[in-house]
């Protein structure tokens, strides 16, 4: 290729980046027309190529022309990109924000949702109820007798350490401590001696717990407790698959795996086939097809003594799961750390 070819294919290339230039609108489209033109395998990296073609006595010049043609290239793209950037800010800030004075169209407006977890719990609630339990609740402040000593847990229990709790107040006798589960309303249940108790307590706990996909620090569980003449642990398991079947519907099956709860004896806890890959395996279930609700068992003769009910009178179960854990059932949610994240798509998506 001659000199005089390669000016005139680089003024023929100008002309064709100044008509692109004028069209482009954003800075993806700068983007677009630098690595088009200047790019690697842009259209002037072409022309570079045809240098080694050329008398040696013209490589100089020609390279000279094709270096002012990148040059000229480069800058335009250098001095119109900030500008883009800068718009597209602009018009991000002004997108997300939000006039308090402005006139609100009321037709805009759409009527205000429960919170998944607010859901699934009325949902739990219903269930249980039509299969025959009253719903309690209790304070989410309790001492350390309700919260550990009453359910069988003394002081220096390893539970207490694996629960890893959010004390208030440290005395040497009763501290406070925002509650790690709902048992303590078992309890004031059982001492008010108004036999027999068929309810479930739900509400909210407290753990330091690490937030992953499963775990989060603030949560909701949701427990029950049924005290009668000769009830045995068949009546538990009966109980656990008869909710699975009620809440679940069908496909999805429950399973009892041996345990230890200090309020409890013998003790289980129970899963569920895993909602997300239908017993597969997936990364929520940890590849094994089940989740982990909760935990159940016969409760503990200490316990119902602490609360004044003769065990040899008496006998019965209590199970207890996180209501987060089954709203990320529910619904299918991999990530239980999307429940608490303040992002309004959320709650009007769903």
Known sequence: MELGEIKQVVQEL???FEVAFSGISSSTDVGLLSSEFIGKKGKVATIYRQLGAMEAADRPKAGEVINALRDHIQGRIDGALPLFLERERIETLNASMSDPT???DHNRITGARRHLVTRTRIQLEDTFVGMGFSVEEGPEVESEWYNFEALNIPKFHPARDAQDSFFLELGESNSMVLRTHTSPVQVRLMERGELPIYSVMPGRVYR??????????GFHQIEGL?????INFG???HTIETFTSAYFGPGITS???PAFFPFTEPSAEFEVTCTICVGKGCRTCSMTGWIELGGCGMVHPNVFRATGIDPEIYSGFAFGFGIDRLTQMRYQIPDMRILTENDVRFLSGV
């Open 235 to 237: 009546h538990l398991a």
């Open 102 to 104: 402005a006139i609100v």
């Open 208 to 217: 330091r717990d690490t937030a992953d996909a499963r775990h989060t620090v």
């Open 255 to 257: 399973r009892l795996r």
């Open 226 to 230: 049924v005290v009668d003449r000769d």
């Open 14 to 16: 100008t002309q064709e």
